[in-house]
């Protein structure tokens, strides 16, 4: 990536973690670089080009270095996709607004398909069938950014009870089931001990997938 561009993508990184994802324009970046908007439009097309820049340089950071020429033992595939599933969480729980921009920018530049290519190998490795890889990236990936959404947004309030369990205690009495798993429905101080046994679930649907 080239220089100007490199620095284009962590100004508008920085004004995201600044002022949130509304905040990312051509006009604010190119203030922050030093630039007219204009010359910004040399590196990058236009506000959905930026955007699409961005998904790409986050995944791309988590991603694993080139092991080809190392002697090491590689990684099995499950240890990989539970690796970038860490890796992804961590990165939005850093980046809040990282969460909404990849649920709505399709992986289209190298960096961010490069990602995707990378979950796809360890299904293929997994002995997933070819037709259902693709839906079993889908499913891991909106997992794993769905539960760091929650995360940050709120959604799991850590320690406290769910708000869900007072729909138990309603004076008609119309939740029968709430009722039920009042002890059951506080959330976990630890969210990261939900989260891996979450994980090792969805490990276990790739593994029956591979299995049929």
């Known amino acids: 990536m080239g220089g100007r561009r490199e620095e284009i993508l962590e100004a508008a990184l920085a004004i995201a973690d600044e002022r949130g994802l509304d905040g990312v324009s051509m ?14 439009y040399r590196h990058v097309g236009g506000k959905a080009e930026l955007l699409d820049a961005m ?5 791309s950071a988590l991603l694993p270095p080139d092991r ?17 599933a860490r890796a992804v969480r961590a990165m939005v729980r850093r980046h809040p607004w990282a969460a909404p921009l990849l ?3 399709p992986a289209v530049t190298p960096d961010a398909v490069r990602a995707v290519d990378v979950i796809y190998d360890a299904l293929i490795e997994a002995g997933v069938p070819d037709r259902e890889v693709p839906r079993l990236e889908r499913l891991l990936s909106t997992f794993v950014i769905g539960f760091a959404a929650s995360e940050v947004s709120g959604r799991f309030t850590s320690g406290d009870p769910d708000p869900r369990g007072h729909r138990g205690s309603h004076p008609e009495g119309g939740f029968p089931a709430h009722a039920r798993l009042t002890p059951w429905l506080r959330l976990p101080a630890d969210l990261a001990t939900e989260f891996e046994a979450d994980l090792d679930d969805v490990l276990r649907l790739i593994e029956a997938a591979a299995g049929r």
């Open 68 to 84: 080809s020429r190392d002697r090491q033992e590689p990684q099995r595939w499950d240890e990989r996709l539970a690796a970038l």
């Open 27 to 40: 006009r604010a970046v190119a203030e922050r670089v030093g630039v007219t908007p204009m010359a910004l």
């Open 55 to 59: 998904v790409g340089h986050l995944l």
């Open 103 to 105: 649920f709505s920018r």
